[in-house]
């Protein structure tokens, strides 16, 4: 059984950094892609960083590129999502999630979420 639990939001002046942990456990965390997804109130969540099994690929929203990074700690089961330069637009409930398919990349099925974490950019 997948779990996986975030943590790391909270509210934040805009301009300024969050770094969004995941912690995963049930299955072979290495072998799995892993994303971050984020959902404003009243909007479609939406895809915005991944980064694959190994941590050698990633990819990124448009809306991000260049302010968010993704990255993995395979030996601790973690992802992370650095945020920096925030805006108020970057304000929705993040969630992590887990590929469905092991070893792949670029196309991605994610099946598996966390509960999110809130962040709020204060402007």
């Known amino acids: ?59 990124y929203a448009d809306s991000v590129k260049g302010r968010f990074t993704i990255s993995r700690d395979n030996a601790k089961n973690t992802v992370f999502l650095q945020m920096n330069s925030l805006k108020p637009e970057d304000t929705a409930v993040y969630y992590c999630a887990q590929n469905r398919v092991a070893f792949q990349w670029p196309r991605r099925e994610y099946a598996y979420w966390g509960q999110g974490t809130q962040v709020t950019v204060s402007s």
Do not use: D, H
């Not at 892609?33 to 939406?46: D, L, N, S, V």
């Open 1 to 59: 059984q997948v779990q996986l639990v975030e943590s790391g939001g909270g509210l934040v002046q805009a301009g300024r950094s969050l770094r969004l942990t995941c912690a995963a456990s049930g299955r072979s965390f290495s072998s799995y892609t892993m994303g971050w997804f984020r959902q404003a109130p009243g909007k479609e969540r939406i895809l915005v960083a991944s980064v694959n099994w190994s941590g050698s690929s990633t990819a």
